[in-house]
């Protein structure tokens, strides 16, 4: 910086005259009118900005969530539609003897590879159109690496129940005609299972019912409803109940069925 | 060299000061003792650097307001609350000339400069006075303020240590080059 002027003998000011120059209420009200407003202030930018990241990290992780969801049921349901119309009984025939089959489900999230696991059911009748096989969907959440213990444990399981999988006139899931449902009296299983208890879920004119029945037989008045009420909708037959050889009772796989003329 | 009986401060009147400190960093309003104690003070220090009477109460003013708004962050340090606001003073006049609001100024009396011709070991004639005149002009600003708080302020080591942010020592060692810079202007001159 430069040195502008070198004043020599400048008159002094005197105490009590810078002492009148004083005002410190114009230095107050000065300072209060430049005070930064807390809106402005570091911290309160901080509170903000860190909310606000909060936010919607959140609103992402919880999208996120929702779409892998949706992602999974859309998935889940695509399968066992397909199962039904692709997979035929001549393709049951084929696979019959292979214990399980994957195949790739191409509509998935990313990250997660589906494997679906299908084997052939025995076929009963041998009306094509009426006939199916049955598949389970599993998703697998990593990419396929060596089967660990309890992933071998729990094929087995499958594999177990797939072998003990009920049918009704040989349908697990999938379209039913009328009059096959109505010829049919009993819930059976393709292995030694004995079907000792199921669930039935259908609509009986007023409302939707859950009817448990302790037997293999299907009621005639329940089939009669379901018949009259549930033509072209889908009947769930949950919670099918079976003694093994062994005597042990098993949880078995559910039926799907769709009542169409 | 006297010494500034307003920068140097029995403990005790540091401890009320710090007690006015305490409460204007509540309450604004009991920031007024300090304002009275040390308008004169800050308003001398700044109006000796420049020109215009006007200028220098208003950068005074700026600099009690700053020392308002920021009196939320002083920490006491042993130091008289002064050092603090003289360096607010400092940051604020080398604002204004930055701004070119102002234009540097020295200001020195006469008995002053025969002072200085004694430290420099020369003649204290008429002579001797023009020529020193005309090289404390011609000294560079960072030796010049050391000159201007030790001969014209007559401030203590330790004093100018505080308001420069630098050790007693060191505010000895640059006055003392400051010295021999102006000795060297004055011997070229002649």
Same mark, same amino acid.
């Given at each position: #910086?430069?040195?502008?002027?070198?004043?020599?003998?400048?008159?002094?000011?005197?105490?009590?005259?810078?002492?009148?120059?004083?005002?410190?209420?114009?230095?107050?009200?000065?300072?209060? #009118?430049?005070? #930064?407003?807390?809106?402005?202030?570091?911290?309160? @930018?901080?509170?903000?900005?860190?909310?606000?990241?909060?936010?919607?990290?959140?609103?992402?992780?919880?999208?996120?969530?929702?779409?892998?969801?949706?992602?999974?049921?859309?998935?889940?349901?695509?399968?066992?539609?397909?199962?039904?119309? $692709?997979?035929?009984?001549?393709?049951?025939?084929?696979?019959?003897?292979? &214990?399980?089959?994957?195949?790739?489900?191409?509509?998935?999230? $990313?990250?997660?590879?589906?494997?679906?696991?299908?084997?052939?059911?025995?076929?009963?009748?041998?009306?094509?159109?009426?006939?199916?096989? @049955?598949?389970?969907?599993?998703?697998?959440?990593?990419?396929?690496?060596?089967?660990?213990?309890?992933?071998?444990?729990?094929?087995?399981?499958?594999?177990?129940?797939?072998?003990?999988?009920?049918?009704?006139?040989?349908?697990?899931?999938?379209?039913?005609?009328?009059?096959?449902?109505?010829?049919?009296?009993?819930?059976?299983?393709?292995?030694?299972?004995?079907?000792?208890? @199921?669930?039935?879920?259908? @609509?009986?004119?007023?409302?939707?019912?859950?009817?448990?029945?302790?037997?293999?037989?299907?009621?005639?008045?329940?089939?009669?409803?379901?018949?009259?009420?549930?033509?072209?909708? #889908?009947?769930?037959?949950?919670?099918?109940?079976?003694? &093994?050889?062994?005597?042990?009772?098993?949880?078995?796989?559910?039926?799907?069925?769709?009542?169409?003329? | 060299?006297?010494?500034?009986?307003? /920068?140097?401060?029995?403990?005790?009147?540091?401890?009320?000061?710090?007690?006015?400190?305490?409460?204007?960093?509540?309450?604004?309003?009991?920031?007024?003792?300090? /304002?009275?104690? /040390?308008?004169?003070?800050?308003?001398?220090?700044?109006?000796?650097?420049?020109?215009?009477?006007?200028?220098?109460?208003?950068?005074?003013?700026?600099?009690?307001?700053?020392?308002?708004?920021?009196?939320?962050?002083?920490?006491?340090?042993?130091?008289?609350?002064? %050092?603090?606001?003289?360096?607010?003073?400092?940051?604020?006049? /080398?604002?204004?000339?930055?701004?070119?609001?102002?234009?540097?100024?020295?200001?020195?009396? %006469?008995?002053?400069?025969?002072?200085?011709?004694?430290?420099?070991?020369?003649?204290?004639?008429?002579?001797?006075?023009?020529?020193?005149?005309? %090289?404390?002009?011609?000294?560079?600003?960072?030796?010049?303020?050391?000159?201007?708080?030790?001969?014209?302020?007559?401030? %203590?080591?330790?004093?100018?240590?505080?308001?420069?942010?630098?050790?007693?020592?060191?505010?000895?060692?640059?006055?003392?080059?400051?010295?021999?810079?102006?000795?060297?202007?004055?011997?070229?001159?002649?």
């Amino acid at each position: #910086m430069e040195i502008k002027k070198v004043n020599l003998d400048r008159q002094n000011l005197s105490s009590s005259y810078i002492e009148k120059k004083q005002d410190f209420n114009h230095v107050l009200n000065s300072a209060k #009118m430049t005070k #930064m407003p807390t809106w402005k202030s570091p911290w309160f @930018y901080g509170a903000v900005g860190l909310s606000s990241v909060a936010i919607v990290a959140l609103v992402l992780t919880e999208n996120n969530f929702k779409k892998q969801e949706n992602d999974k049921k859309a998935t889940i349901e695509n399968s066992e539609t397909t199962s039904t119309s $692709e997979l035929n009984v001549q393709d049951a025939k084929e696979n019959k003897n292979k &214990d399980i089959v994957p195949i790739l489900v191409t509509k998935v999230q $990313e990250n997660i590879e589906p494997v679906r696991l299908a084997i052939a059911d025995e076929v009963k009748d041998n009306d094509s159109e009426t006939n199916s096989n @049955y598949v389970i969907a599993e998703f697998k959440t990593e990419s396929t690496q060596v089967p660990t213990q309890s992933f071998v444990e729990e094929k087995k399981n499958y594999k177990s129940q797939l072998m003990g999988q009920p049918t009704i006139a040989g349908i697990a899931s999938g379209k039913i005609n009328i009059e096959n449902f109505r010829n049919t009296n009993l819930i059976e299983s393709n292995s030694s299972f004995e079907i000792t208890s @199921y669930e039935v879920q259908y @609509y009986n004119g007023n409302q939707d019912v859950t009817a448990v029945i302790r037997s293999n037989k299907i009621p005639e008045d329940i089939k009669e409803q379901i018949i009259k009420n549930n033509l072209d909708e #889908m009947i769930f037959i949950t919670g099918i109940k079976g003694i &093994d050889e062994s005597g042990k009772i098993r949880k078995l796989p559910s039926i799907n069925l769709l009542i169409t003329n | 060299m006297t010494v500034n009986p307003m /920068y140097h401060q029995t403990n005790q009147r540091m401890e009320e000061e710090l007690s006015w400190i305490r409460r204007a960093q509540k309450d604004p309003e009991s920031f007024g003792p300090l /304002y009275k104690k /040390y308008h004169e003070q800050i308003f001398r220090y700044i109006y000796q650097r420049m020109d215009d009477e006007e200028q220098a109460f208003d950068i005074t003013s700026q600099v009690f307001m700053k020392a308002l708004n920021n009196l939320h962050k002083y920490e006491y340090r042993g130091v008289p609350f002064s %050092s603090w606001l003289y360096r607010i003073a400092k940051s604020e006049l /080398y604002q204004s000339f930055r701004d070119r609001k102002a234009e540097r100024t020295v200001n020195i009396e %006469s008995y002053q400069l025969f002072e200085m011709i004694d430290e420099i070991e020369e003649d204290t004639s008429e002579v001797n006075k023009k020529r020193l005149f005309e %090289s404390l002009s011609r000294l560079k600003e960072k030796d010049m303020q050391l000159i201007e708080m030790r001969f014209f302020e007559k401030r %203590s080591f330790k004093e100018m240590g505080e308001i420069l942010e630098i050790t007693e020592n060191n505010a000895k060692v640059k006055t003392f080059r400051a010295i021999e810079k102006l000795k060297q202007l004055f011997n070229t001159k002649s």
